[in-house]
């Protein structure tokens, strides 16, 4: 191969050493008239670039457990569709459901005492009104008549402290039936249910994450982009958001960027 070689490169260094006059052509280029000019700017033009996000709705409500005790009933599943009011947990094995018997019966005394309270004055005012006819017609002493306007008025204070008795075992019993009204926890309104997170039986504490409700309504993308994007989106600006699930892609824009820490 090394003398082939050779050998052609010979042959070029014999055939170069003939002189060969370079030939000459004149070439007129055409003129082109009437051509529209542009003016260009530039400007940056990013490439398409996609990020995985979640749809969401504009309102998205996060419920926490204001009472302590163990999930009695998870009423719903994920992804049900729920109405204002409807019923999603109820927390059982606490106190404030022992302290709404007791006050319950605590009412029901109290309402006793009060009845027992009016029987008596009612007792004591016909009393009083009979007696009134005998002091009139001088029938009894001055003394008697006094005892039984005594226990009249008796009467009245036992009937007045008897009804603040039950205002105040009201008032008890409304409070702890709004503590444990906390053991119901309904929908605040109409959405989907997102996410459970706890667990039929579980224990929960006044502040524990119970489940996550979507309100009916617009929905909306939110997606984490990188921090050299940041300054690149502007609000307004056109986007495609593409759902695999049922096969569509939906033209948005950018309502909000916001730079995390």
């Keep these: 191969m090394k003398s082939i ?3 052609c490169v010979a042959l070029l260094l014999i055939g170069c050493e003939e002189k060969i006059e370079p030939g000459r052509s004149t070439v007129t280029a ?19 670039e996609q990020f995985v996000g979640s749809v969401e709705s504009h309102a998205r409500a996060s419920l926490v457990a204001r009472s302590s005790g163990q999930v009695a009933r998870l009423a719903v599943r994920e992804g049900d569709r729920v109405e204002k009011g409807q ?12 302290q709404l018997r007791a006050t319950e019966a605590g009412v029901g005394a109290v309402r006793g005492q009060l009845q027992a309270a009016q029987s008596r004055l009612t007792l004591a005012e016909q009393t009083a009104a009979r007696y009134q006819q005998l002091h009139r017609a001088e029938a009894v002493t001055p003394q008697e008549y006094d005892q039984v306007s005594a226990e009249l008025d008796q009467a ?23 503590q444990n009204s906390y053991n119901r926890v309904v929908a605040p309104y109409a959405g989907q249910l997102v996410s459970l997170q706890v667990k039929q039986g579980g224990t929960v504490m006044p ?19 990188p921090e050299r994007l940041l300054g690149q989106l502007t609000i307004g600006e056109p986007l495609l958001v593409n759902l695999p699930a049922i096969n569509r892609s939906i033209e948005g824009e950018v309502l909000q960027v916001q730079g995390g820490s």
Excluded: C, H, Y
């Design 87 to 98: 019923l999603l947990v109820e927390i059982g094995d606490n106190p404030a459901a022992e």
């Design 156 to 178: 009245r204070q036992q009937l007045a402290a008897a009804a603040a008795q039950v205002e105040q075992a009201r008032a008890t019993r409304d409070t702890v039936r709004k």
């Design 207 to 225: 502040g524990t994450p119970l489940l996550v409700i979507d309100r009916d309504g617009a929905r909306q993308a939110r997606f984490k982009i």
């Design 5 to 7: 070689l050779l050998l």
């Design 30 to 48: 055409p003129t082109i008239t009437d051509l529209p000019l542009l003016t260009l700017q530039p400007t940056w033009q990013g490439g398409a």
